[in-house]
Every structure is written in structure tokens, then in C-alpha cells.
């Protein structure tokens, strides 16, 4: 990524590169797409084109990417496009589902890895406040749920309630401290809540789930 100029990290004493925390993000993000087969050479054209087409201001490390049929699409906000062909997506409900019906008072009998799986489903429907209400009732019956306060805080984050996310990823780690992925999003909001050091302090943790596994 240096090397093709996506990135300009400084050099150290020894010549080494140093990178920043918003390159970290970056390369995270091309690692994951990478892992969801699509092709270097598209991963870094891709970013090429953000380079150019992100508003001043903004930098590569705030949009989110994700890989859907092979394509890398992007997400700053609200608004979702394909960086490769500039062509924008709307939000829709896949395959004409019939849209969920808001939940009630969650069913006693019911089990919280239900009412998470169920969340999961809301979430990738794009019922964002549907998941947030599965992921609750799941903490209603089992408070300790650490996926279930995980799940919740990336549904808080998607809604724009960034300081619910950050309590409910703390409630995750309360019940699961080895939860790499909760400390990584908790670095993501505290950069962007302006918490440098909380920040560095959850990637550091982070990093070490990661060397453990």
C-alpha cells in the first residue's frame, strides 16, 4: 500500500515506516477485502479513486468498505456508491422481504442467541432499529450477553449514537475482555470522539487478541 502510494507513511531512524492510527484503519479495511477474495489490483485502484473522489476534509480512513459480488463498495454516512464506476446504491430490502414487524416485549421462552441471530438478520436487512430492539431484548434475558452488547454496538454506531456504542462495546469487553473486535471498534470511536489515548489504548489491546490467536 506504501509502495503504490495509497499511503505516505513517515520514516523512522532506520528507515522503517510508521504509520499512522487512520493508516491502520485503512490497511484493516484492505485486509478484509482482500479476505473476501477480491483482487489487489481492484482493492488498489479503488482506493486510488476514493483518494479523488472524497469530499475535502475527508480522509480514506472514515468511509467504509465492503466487498458485494466481487465489487468494493463505499460508505461515508449516508451515501453508498461504487468507487470503480462512481455508480451510487440506495438502501433496499433485498429479494422483496416482507419488512419485520417492530418487536413487543421479548417472549420469556424465547432465548437470547434467538433474539441476536435475529438482530443479525434486521441489520443486514438494513432495519437498523429493528437490530437495535432484538440485540436489547437478548440483553434483557441474559444481561451478560457479551456478542449480544458487540452486535448491539455496532447497530448504535450504524444509527449515528455514538456515545451508546462506546457503553455498549464496554459492556461487551465487561463480559468477553478478549473480544478483539469490540477493542478495535472502541479505538474507532474514541479517535473519532477525539479520545486519542482511550483510543490507542483499545488498538494496543486489540493488537494483543490478535498476536494471542
Known amino acids: 500500500m506504501a509502495r503504490a ?5 513517515s520514516r523512522g531512524p ?14 484493516r479495511s484492505a485486509r478484509g477485502l482482500l479476505d473476501a477474495q477480491v483482487p489487489k489490483r481492484r482493492v488498489q485502484r479503488t482506493l486510488r479513486l476514493l483518494v479523488r473522489q472524497l469530499t475535502p476534509g475527508r480522509s480514506l480512513s472514515e468511509v467504509r468498505l465492503t466487498a458485494m459480488d466481487g465489487q468494493v463498495v463505499a460508505q461515508d454516512g449516508e451515501t453508498a456508491w461504487i468507487p470503480e464506476s462512481g455508480q451510487m446504491m440506495l438502501a433496499f430490502v433485498p429479494g422483496g ?24 438478520m434486521l441489520q443486514e436487512l438494513g432495519d437498523v432499529a429493528g437490530a437495535i430492539r432484538s440485540y ?5 434475558l441474559d444481561p451478560a450477553h457479551a456478542i449480544a452488547a458487540f452486535n448491539l454496538g455496532t447497530a448504535l454506531d450504524a444509527a449515528g449514537l455514538t456515545d451508546e456504542a462506546i457503553a455498549s462495546y464496554r459492556r461487551a469487553l465487561a ?8 477493542h478495535y471498534n472502541l479505538s474507532l470511536l474514541y479517535q473519532r470522539t477525539g479520545h486519542k489515548l482511550a483510543a490507542m489504548v483499545h488498538l494496543k489491546r486489540y493488537q494483543e487478541q490478535l498476536a494471542l490467536h
Do not use: K
Open 5 to 9: 502510494g495509497i499511503l505516505s507513511p
Open 14 to 27: 532506520h528507515h522503517e515506516y510508521r504509520f499512522t492510527f487512520q493508516d491502520l484503519v485503512l490497511l
Open 97 to 120: 422481504a416482507t419488512p419485520v414487524e417492530p418487536l413487543g416485549r421479548p417472549d420469556p421462552t424465547e432465548s437470547p442467541d434467538a433474539m441476536v441471530n435475529q438482530g443479525r
Open 136 to 140: 436489547r431484548a437478548a440483553l434483557d
Open 175 to 182: 463480559g468477553n475482555p478478549a473480544l478483539a473486535d469490540a
